[in-house]
C-alpha cells in the first residue's frame, strides 16, 4: 500500500469522532438575601450570693487613717500625691507633727481601712494605718 492509498481509503476516516467540546461549567446564579440578625439571648442573672454579716465598726469615734507616705518637705509630698493620684486613689495631704502625711482613706471599720491599705500595697505604697 502506498501513502496515496491511504489517503484514498477514507474508511478508516469514519470511525473517528472528534470529542465533544466542554462546556464551561456555570454555577447556578446566587441569589443573596439579606441574613436576620441573631435574637439575643436571654440569661437570666445568678441568684445573688447571701449578703454577709457587715463588719463590726468602731464604737467611740475611732476612725481609722490609711497613711501612704511621711515627708518633710511639702514639695515632695505634691509629687508623690501626683502619682497616687494617677494610680487611681484619693489622696489627702495634711500637715502632722511638722511632717506632711499624705491619707488616702478614713474609716470607722478597721477591716475597710485594711482592705485599702492592702490595695496600696499591691501598687507598691508602703501604707500603714493610724488610728485617732
Do not use: H
Request: hydrophobic share 35%; charged share 20%.
Amino acid at each position: 500500500m502506498s501513502s496515496q492509498d491511504i489517503v484514498k481509503d477514507e474508511s478508516a476516516f469514519t470511525a473517528y469522532t472528534k470529542p465533544p467540546v466542554q462546556q464551561a461549567v456555570v454555577p447556578p446564579e446566587v441569589q443573596y438575601r439579606p441574613v436576620e440578625p441573631p435574637k439575643p439571648v436571654v440569661q437570666t442573672p445568678p441568684p445573688a450570693p447571701p449578703r454577709a454579716k457587715p463588719t463590726p465598726v468602731a464604737t467611740g469615734g475611732t476612725m481609722y487613717r490609711v497613711i501612704v507616705g511621711n515627708f518633710d518637705t511639702k514639695q515632695e509630698a505634691q509629687d508623690i500625691a501626683a502619682n497616687i493620684k494617677a494610680d487611681g486613689f484619693p489622696v489627702y495631704m495634711y500637715n502632722a507633727d511638722g511632717k506632711y502625711r499624705l491619707q488616702i482613706g478614713s474609716f470607722k471599720s478597721k477591716a475597710l481601712a485594711t482592705s485599702l491599705m492592702n490595695k496600696a500595697g499591691e501598687y507598691g505604697y508602703n501604707a500603714f494605718i493610724s488610728i485617732k
